[in-house]
């Protein structure tokens, strides 16, 4: 497709993908960039795991709050999922199955990649949505079909998030248990918009695990 986002330069890191045995799509949240996802994933990057970072036009992928209906953040929201199936689709064009690539995101990042696996479920590496949920005014829970053949997916959110209800961030957790995903929610007292160590403790456990499988 064609959309705002499709134009951007998408950022490479870590392993080379030719020489890597697991890949992470990180989806940045509103206002930053690819760049300064990619240095979060320092903390949990290891030797033979490629980095693929999107990037948003403006640094923004949708316009108005993950709430608000779906039609008031077109045409950024299909865009953005789009960005998020090509950089998947690179991997997979260089060796990486799906079932080890990782899609993490943080912000409106995690809501674009939530929504994208669970929109286009099967075994993935992973899933980590750190303070994001599934995207629209309301979530029809039985709208969402398939098989995420017990794919890893964390959700972490403070309970207290300025731009995340909770009740959204348990919504979200229920529809990826109905997609058979294996899933882990924390939540985390008092704290705000943001990531904490606990999180990223979370996440180089489960690249660890993808790099012993390989």
Known sequence: MSGPHQDQ???????????ANAAAVLVHGR?????????????????????????AARNTWYPNSFLAP???????????LQAVEDAVTEAAEAGIPTDRV???GFSQGACLASEFVAR??????????????LIGETIDEDAYEGDLEATPVFVG????DPHIPIERVHETTRVFEQLNGDVEE??????????????????SSLVDDLLAET
């Open 9 to 19: 330069q998408r950022l490479t890191a870590g392993t080379p993908l030719a020489e």
């Open 157 to 160: 959110c403070s309970d207290v």
């Open 102 to 104: 990782l899609v993490l």
């Open 70 to 80: 779906v039609e008031q953040n077109e045409p950024g929201r299909t865009s953005g």
């Open 186 to 203: 924390r939540i985390y007292e008092g704290m705000g918009h943001g990531v904490n160590q606990d999180e990223i403790g979370y996440v």
């Open 31 to 55: 206002g930053a960039t690819a760049r300064s996802i990619v240095q979060m994933a320092s903390e949990f990057q290891r030797d033979g795991l490629a980095l693929l970072a999107p990037q």
């Open 120 to 133: 286009n479920p099967r075994r993935y590496g992973g899933l980590v949505a750190l303070s994001g949920g």
